[in-house]
Structures are given as structure tokens and as C-alpha cells.
């Protein structure tokens, strides 16, 4: 038998409330609120529920402005409204304001009751029924994407991946709105780079700014990434962020400036800047100094916040270590190849839980020890040590009579 659907019941008659759990208490989860704030209460506690049966008339707020309140913070749950003052004027008014799904009268038949709560549960199961399959269906959307710019640009994606945990710290402190919007935001945000060449990219992080045609091409891939999004349901306003990634606070053209630029737009540009400084080589200090100079450039209370934040366990250090002890979160500075020759990995992509699992299914790579860039601030994983103490090392090693 599956799951019993909750069910509450709002009047200012105790009494009443209790004998209409008792009718129905077989069949469903019921709980009883005498009075609409104690009512708000149980669905902000114990919610959400299929459906609610609430009086019309109760002392403080009345019937209808609870519905109104609760379609706002529920608005999947059955409305169901129990009156004995029910004319036509107030139903219109319930259905148009409230979204009523149903009137019954006092004092209410039993097996009207049950039928009414059967219908309002059937409503509820079909909405949130379809509401889970579009999740679904973007969730693996979106997975698809991430997955075709993984191979096709793993530059790009590396790129991204770097930055999401600034981006996320930075709007957690500004308490923005809606955070999920954001985080899928910087998840998305180089998806114009599918069309874009690998090398390009490359060259972001190891030179830190583009030239001539190159870098017009590159001004371009936030439009297309946020057009191969602007279609699908739900993601217009991540669109937006994604579109608006490189504008500047001060504005250029045509388009939004300063506050009208959406606050995702403004955090990542600020953390892809400090990013592309950061891998090009340039320390804390000499980012954030450059950043600085840029007038205009960064929304001022962003800026002020990325200068707080952007401590030592944002920055990457310089490393080289062994195959085996690779770890998630640092960035290939070369490729990984199989002994075959065939790319196993590219020089950009970041380290995750997937690139592991697959290294170990294919097999022997190559090189033995392999140059990364690994997050600051964290303790070294096995195996690593500095370059320059590295080619010390082999340099005495090859000079010794023993080879």
C-alpha cells in the first residue's frame, strides 16, 4: 500500500476540526489548526500538504486570506474551502484570488468530504508529478551539456569549475536570492566555448588576456552560450547571468549597467578576472592590485568582497606529482596521454571524481609525473614537491657515476 497523502484541517471550532479528522483519519496523514496562524504554522513545520479544508469565516484572518497566503508558499496544495455564508460573488473571488479548488458547505456530508479530498489529492499528485519529471528532464539536460563541453573544451570547463566556489561563497554573503541560479549559472557559464577552438582557451590561462581576432572571438562566447540555453524552460533568467558574464559595471553599448546588470553577472565577472590573473601566474596581491586599476570595470561592493574573500584557498600553486596521486580540484598543466599516444586527458581540465575513475580503467599513462596546479592552502596530497626542487633532484641523479 503506498504512502498515505497529508491532509489539514483549519477552522476556529476546535470541535469541528477534530470530528472531521475522525471521518477521514483511515485514509490519510491529518492534521487540525484551530485558526489560520496556527495554521501558516503547520504548513511552514509540517508541510507541504495534498490538500487543505479551510472555514471561510474565522476571527483575525479569514479563510480567504489564508489561501491567498498559502497558494504564495504552496501552490500545488488543493485549496478547499468550507462554508456555510457560500454565494457567487465569493466563490468568484476564491477562485480568481485564491485559486480555490473547492467549496463545501456546513455542516459537510461525510462522503462529500471523502470526495472532494480524493479529487484535491488526484490535483496534487498530477501537478507535482510533472513538476518532478521536469526537473528530471532538466537536470539531465543540463548534464549533457557539462558533458559535451567536458570533451569538447575541457580549457572551458576547468575554467568554470574554478571559479564556482568563490562565486557560491560570494552570493551566500551577499545572501543573494534565488542561489540556485546563480551556482547553475557558473556551472553553464563557458558553454559557448563548444564552438570555440580548445587552444584559445589554453592560451586564457597561460597568458592571462587574448589579442586581435582571438579576442574578439572570445567576447562572443557568453552570447552563444546564454542563446543555446534561452529555449529551454526556467533557464531565461540563467541565461541572463551567462549573457551579461563580461559586461562591465559601468556598461558599454547597448545593454544594462551598474545595478541593472544581474548580481550573478557582476560576481562572476569579478571571479573569472581574478581567475584568468591567478593561472596566468600573477599572485594575490598583483591580481587584485590590477583589478584595482581597472575603473569601472567591477561592481565596487563585489570588488570589496572578492578582495575579503580571494584568500590563499583560492589562489593555485605550481606542482608536479605522480599519476597515482592525483587529487580532485587541481588543474592539468599538461596533457595525460595513454602509452598508445590517444588523449586521455587535456592540459586545463580540473581534476574530478570521474577523470580518477577513468584514469584507472584505461590504464598504464603517461608521464610518470605530471606538472598541475594544485589549489593553495590545503596540504599537499602524496608524491608532491616543488618544480625547481624536482629538476635539482634529477639533475644530481644524472650526474651520479650510478645514473
Not at 63 to 85: K, Q
Amino acid at each position: 500500500m503506498g504512502a498515505k497523502y497529508k491532509i489539514l484541517f483549519v477552522d476556529d471550532d476546535a470541535e469541528l476540526v477534530a470530528a472531521l479528522k475522525r471521518a477521514v483519519r483511515r485514509k490519510y496523514v491529518v492534521d487540525v489548526a484551530v485558526g489560520p496562524i496556527r495554521a501558516l504554522e503547520a504548513v511552514t513545520e509540517r508541510g507541504p500538504y495534498a490538500a487543505v479544508v479551510a472555514d471561510l469565516r474565522m476571527p483575525g484572518l479569514d479563510g480567504m486570506d489564508f489561501f491567498v497566503r498559502l497558494r504564495r508558499v504552496c501552490p500545488d496544495t488543493a485549496r478547499i474551502m468550507l462554508t456555510g455564508y457560500a454565494d457567487l460573488p465569493t466563490a468568484m473571488e476564491a477562485i480568481n484570488a485564491a485559486g480555490v479548488f473547492r467549496f463545501l458547505s456546513k455542516p459537510c456530508a461525510e462522503d462529500a468530504l471523502e470526495e472532494a479530498l480524493a479529487a484535491g489529492v488526484a490535483q496534487y499528485q498530477q501537478a507535482t508529478a510533472e513538476k518532478e519529471f521536469l526537473k528530471a528532464a532538466l537536470r539531465g539536460i543540463i548534464k549533457v551539456l557539462t558533458d559535451l563541453l567536458a570533451l569538447q573544451n575541457p580549457e572551458a570547463m576547468g575554467r568554470a569549475n574554478r571559479v564556482r566556489r568563490l562565486v557560491m561563497d560570494m552570493a551566500r554573503s551577499l545572501e543573494a536570492p534565488e542561489q540556485w541560479r546563480i551556482e547553475l549559472a557558473v556551472t553553464l557559464s563557458q558553454l559557448g566555448a563548444l564552438v570555440m577552438p580548445e587552444a584559445m582557451f589554453a592560451a586564457l590561462r597561460t597568458e592571462g588576456d587574448l589579442a586581435g581576432d582571438r579576442a574578439e572571438l572570445f567576447r562572443r562566447h557568453p552570447a552563444i552560450g546564454a542563446d543555446l540555453l534561452a529555449s529551454i524552460p526556467r533557464l531565461d533568467e540563467v541565461a541572463d547571468i551567462i549573457r551579461h558574464q563580461e559586461r562591465p559595471f559601468s556598461g558599454e553599448g547597448e545593454g544594462p549597467s551598474g545595478p541593472d546588470i544581474p548580481l550573478g553577472s557582476r560576481l562572476l565577472k569579478a571571479a573569472l578576472d581574478y581567475d584568468r590573473l591567478l593561472t596566468a601566474g600573477a599572485g594575490r596581491e598583483a591580481a587584485l592590485e590590477a583589478m584595482r586599476a581597472r575603473e569601472g570595470v567591477y561592481d565596487p561592493e563585489v570588488f570589496e568582497l572578492l578582495r575579503v574573500m580571494a584568500g590563499s584557498r583560492e589562489g593555485y600553486a605550481p606542482l608536479e606529482t605522480p599519476l597515482s596521486c592525483l587529487t580532485a580540484g587541481m588543474i592539468l598543466e599538461e596533457d595525460i596521454r595513454l602509452v598508445t599516444g590517444e588523449k586521455a586527458a587535456a592540459a586545463g581540465q580540473m581534476v574530478d571524481a570521474g577523470l580518477l575513475a577513468r584514469l584507472r580503467e584505461l590504464g598504464p599513462c603517461r608521464p610518470e609525473t605530471l606538472r598541475v596546479l594544485a589549489p593553495a592552502g590545503e596540504e599537499p596530497a602524496c608524491g608532491l614537491v616543488d618544480p625547481e626542487l624536482l629538476a635539482l633532484l634529477r639533475r644530481v641523479r644524472n650526474a651520479s657515476p650510478l645514473g
